[in-house]
C-alpha cells in the first residue's frame, strides 16, 4: 500500500481511497458491441487505410455535429498539423498559452511562429481584445481553444479574423458533444479539430477528426493524411501518415452510440461535485451554461489560497496523498516551457491572466469510475483541508512529521 506522507495525514494513517482515483480514466461503454466490431475487423483483415468502420466514423461524426466533412485522423495533435499546413497559415499565428502543448507545438513543429495571447480570467479563453490588439502584417491565422469544452468567444474571433483576412482554425479537443448559440462546436471557423485521445470521453484509445464545412479543404486533409496519394502510385501532394486505423474507429463508434448516457453521467458528478463544495470558501467549481449543451468531461475547480488557506497545489498534494490523483491542466502555461522561452530563459509574453489561471486551477476525477460516495470524499478531503490549513502549512513548512 501508498506511504502516507504523515504531513498531510488529515484523515488518518492510510490514504482515504484504496485505489488511486484517476482524471482522464477511459470508458469503454458497450464493451459486446466494440468486441463485435472488432471480430468483425480481424475477420475482414482491413486494419486501417481508409477502412470501412473509419468512413462510417466520418459519417457519425460530420452528421452528428452537422459538418459537410469529417477526416478521421490518428490523433488530435496531427490532426491540428494537418489543418493548420493545409490552411496555409505561416508566419505568425495568434495561441492561448493556457492549452494542452499540443495547440501550440502543432504550429512550431511547422515552423510556425506562436503568439501567445491573453485569456479572460472567467472563462479560461483566448480574450477577443487581446487578439485584436496582437494582429501584426506577419499573423496568418488564430487558433482558438475551447478549453473544457466551453466555447471560446467564436462570434467576435470570427469578426477578428474576417476583417483581418485571417484564417480562424478552432483547437476542439475538449468540446465534441458542445453548442455554441444552439450551433454544434464542429462548424465554426474554417475547420474544428477534435482529439479521441484515451482520456477524452468520446475516444478511439488514440484519435482525432478535423471537420469542415469547405469541400476544397477536406481534400486538401484527406490527402495530406494519407502521404498525399491520389490513388496507387500517384502522389499529387506532401503528406504524412495521420491515418486512424479500423480498431480506434470501432472504439469512437462505441462511444458515439452511448454519448448521451456519458454526457449526463459526467453531468450528474459534476452536480454532486457541485453539492458537496456548495459554501466551501475559496473553491469555485468552473460553470457550465445549461442554455446550450455541454460535455461535462472536465470537473474544474479554481483555488482561491486567500479564501482556503491552502495553495493549489498544496491542495494538490493532499489529494494525491488520499489517492485522488487530480491533475493542475494545464501547468504552466505553454509560455513557461522550455522550447517557448527566450534565449535568456525568460518567457517572450507577460501574460498575467493566463498565470493566474495556471496558478490555480485543479481538475478532479469524473466519469463511471467515481461513486456519488467517492466525490463526497473527494469533497470531503477539499473542505477539511481548508479547515485545517493553517496546521498543514505549518506541519509542511516545518517537515514536522507526526503520525496523522
Ligand atoms: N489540444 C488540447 C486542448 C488538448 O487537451 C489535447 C490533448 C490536444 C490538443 C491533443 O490531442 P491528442 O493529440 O492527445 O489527441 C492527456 C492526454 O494525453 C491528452 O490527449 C489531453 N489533451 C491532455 C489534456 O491530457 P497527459 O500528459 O496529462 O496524459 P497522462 O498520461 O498523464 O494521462 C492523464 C490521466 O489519464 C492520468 O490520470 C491517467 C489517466 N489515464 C490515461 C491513459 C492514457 C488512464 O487512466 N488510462 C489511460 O489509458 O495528457
Redesign the pocket.
Known amino acids: 500500500m501508498k506511504t502516507h506522507p504523515d504531513e498531510l495525514a488529515i484523515f488518518g494513517a492510510q490514504p482515504v481511497f484504496d485505489q488511486?482515483l484517476?482524471?482522464?480514466?477511459?470508458e469503454v461503454g458497450d464493451r459486446d458491441a466494440l468486441m463485435t466490431r472488432i471480430e468483425d475487423i480481424l475477420d475482414r483483415r482491413w486494419f486501417t487505410n481508409d477502412g470501412p468502420y473509419v468512413r462510417q466514423l466520418e459519417q457519425r461524426i460530420a452528421d452528428y455535429v452537422g459538418a459537410r466533412n469529417c477526416v478521421a485522423v490518428c490523433?488530435?495533435?496531427?490532426?491540428?498539423e494537418i489543418a493548420s499546413r493545409a490552411l496555409g497559415l505561416a508566419g505568425e499565428v495568434i495561441v492561448p498559452a493556457f492549452?494542452?502543448?499540443?495547440?501550440v507545438h502543432?504550429l512550431t513543429w511547422q515552423g510556425i511562429t506562436p503568439v501567445f495571447c491573453e485569456i479572460d480570467p472567467q472563462t479560461h479563453n483566448l480574450s477577443p481584445a487581446a487578439v485584436e490588439a496582437a494582429v501584426t502584417p506577419s499573423t496568418t491565422g488564430v487558433v482558438g481553444?475551447?478549453?473544457w469544452g466551453r466555447p471560446c468567444s467564436v462570434d467576435e474571433l470570427t469578426d477578428i479574423a474576417n476583417r483581418h483576412r485571417l484564417k480562424l482554425l478552432f483547437?476542439?479537443?475538449?468540446a465534441f458533444g458542445c453548442s455554441h448559440g444552439g450551433q454544434m462546436i464542429g462548424t465554426f471557423g474554417d475547420a474544428e479539430?477534435?482529439?479521441?485521445?484515451?482520456?477524452?470521453f468520446v475516444h478511439a484509445?488514440?484519435?482525432?477528426a478535423i471537420v469542415t464545412n469547405d469541400d476544397e479543404l477536406a481534400e486538401t486533409m484527406r490527402l495530406m493524411r494519407n502521404f498525399g496519394f491520389a490513388g496507387y502510385d500517384n502522389v499529387i501532394h506532401l503528406g504524412v501518415n495521420g491515418k486512424m486505423s479500423e480498431v480506434s474507429a470501432a472504439m469512437a463508434i462505441t462511444a458515439i452510440d452511448d454519448i448521451d448516457r456519458l454526457i449526463s453521467q459526467n453531468r450528474e458528478n459534476y452536480e454532486e461535485y457541485r453539492k458537496g463544495l456548495q459554501g466551501a470558501p475559496g473553491y469555485r467549481l468552473v460553470e457550465y451554461s445549461t442554455k446550450d449543451r455541454r460535455n461535462y468531461q472536465y470537473v474544474v475547480v479554481e483555488v482561491s489560497e486567500r479564501d482556503t488557506g491552502i495553495s493549489r497545489d498544496i491542495a494538490l498534494q493532499i489529494l494525491h496523498a488520499e489517492n485522488v490523483?487530480a491533475?493542475r491542466?494545464?501547468f504552466p502555461g505553454c509560455h513557461r516551457m522550455g522550447p517557448y522561452l527566450a534565449a535568456d530563459g525568460t518567457p517572450r509574453a507577460r501574460l498575467p491572466a493566463t498565470d493566474a489561471v495556471c496558478e490555480n486551477v485543479l481538475v478532479l476525477?469524473t466519469g463511471g469510475q467515481m461513486t456519488p460516495a467517492e466525490i463526497d470524499g473527494v469533497c470531503s478531503i477539499l473542505r477539511l483541508a481548508s479547515e485545517h490549513s493553517t496546521a498543514i502549512v505549518g506541519r509542511l513548512e516545518h517537515g514536522v512529521r507526526t503520525t496523522g
Open positions: 488511486p484517476h482524471v482522464g480514466r477511459p490523433n488530435g495533435t496531427v490532426g491540428l492549452t494542452f502543448v499540443a495547440t502543432a481553444v475551447h478549453v483547437d476542439s479537443a475538449h479539430v477534435f482529439s479521441f485521445h484515451a482520456t477524452k484509445f488514440e484519435g482525432g490523483l491533475r491542466y494545464f476525477p
